[in-house]
């Protein structure tokens, strides 16, 4: 089961790539294990996928210790700074990084181990009061901070747009994150790439890769719906 639907979505990445004229290599499918067991993720694997996208640092690193070591873990989640040591050296890209004393607990965290940590910069681009990630207009004040932390480097921004029925109402915010983006690269400020743009989940991501998705985090189309059994 969850091999027919890694087709069907890698099917639906490339037609919305066709629609639009993108390379569908342009497009990395991070498929999202959150509240899913090891297996899953061990039979998504088998089927060729590598990108996993976890919410929870504790059981990322369960399924990390557990997993094949050519897997890229990606931190989709909302990050304590006090969890931050746990996942140095272990995640390929933190996405949810939403305040400047989060980005340098990361740096700090990667120069003491020795390495460079890539983010993304969370944006509330829908605004919704109960959401995280920098307001659209804090973007690039903290990506001018970048310069001064070494051991990051921030490629690009991230956002979770509302839970819609109908996914043409968010590719508004798709558009707002894609300008921003390129209003930010147009700085050229040091330390900063925008290349990624990781936006769209189940329920949106075609319009997001029609509006310019590097990366889509897929996690209900794929595994099926989450039981969360007390933890959300
Ligand atoms: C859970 C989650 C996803 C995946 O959501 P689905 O609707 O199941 O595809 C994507 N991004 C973030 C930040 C998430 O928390």
């Known amino acids: 089961m969850i091999s027919t639907n890694i087709e069907e979505v890698k099917n639906s990445i490339e037609n919305a790539c066709r629609k639009c004229g993108r390379d569908p290599a342009s497009v990395k499918l991070i498929a999202v294990s959150k509240t899913k067991p090891a297996e899953s993720v061990k039979e998504a694997y088998e089927c060729g996928c590598r990108s996993f996208g976890e919410n929870y640092v504790q059981e990322l690193i369960q ?11 990606h931190m989709i ?57 920098f307001a659209p207009d804090e973007v690039s004040e903290f990506a001018f901070q970048m310069p001064d932390l070494k051991n990051i480097r921030l490629k690009g921004l991230m956002t979770s747009a509302p839970f819609v029925t109908d996914p043409e109402e968010n590719r508004r915010f798709f558009k707002i994150l894609r300008e ?44 099926g719906a989450r039981d969360y059994g007390g933890i959300s």
């Open 180 to 223: 921003l983006s390129v209003d930010i690269d147009k700085k050229n400020i040091d330390n900063v790439m925008m290349k990624e743009l990781s936006m769209g989940m189940t329920g949106d991501y075609k319009v997001a890769v029609e509006e310019g998705a590097t990366m889509v985090r897929v996690g209900t189309a794929i595994f």
């Open 77 to 133: 989640g909302h990050l304590q700074r006090n969890k931050v040591k746990y996942v140095i050296g272990k995640v390929s890209l933190i996405h949810s990084v939403d305040s400047l004393r989060l980005a340098q607990e990361i740096n700090d965290r990667s120069a003491k181990t020795g390495i460079v940590t890539d983010i993304l910069a969370e944006v509330n681009v829908s605004e919704e009061e109960n959401k995280y990630g």
């Open 63 to 73: 399924k990390y210790d557990e997993l094949p070591k050519d897997i890229e873990w």
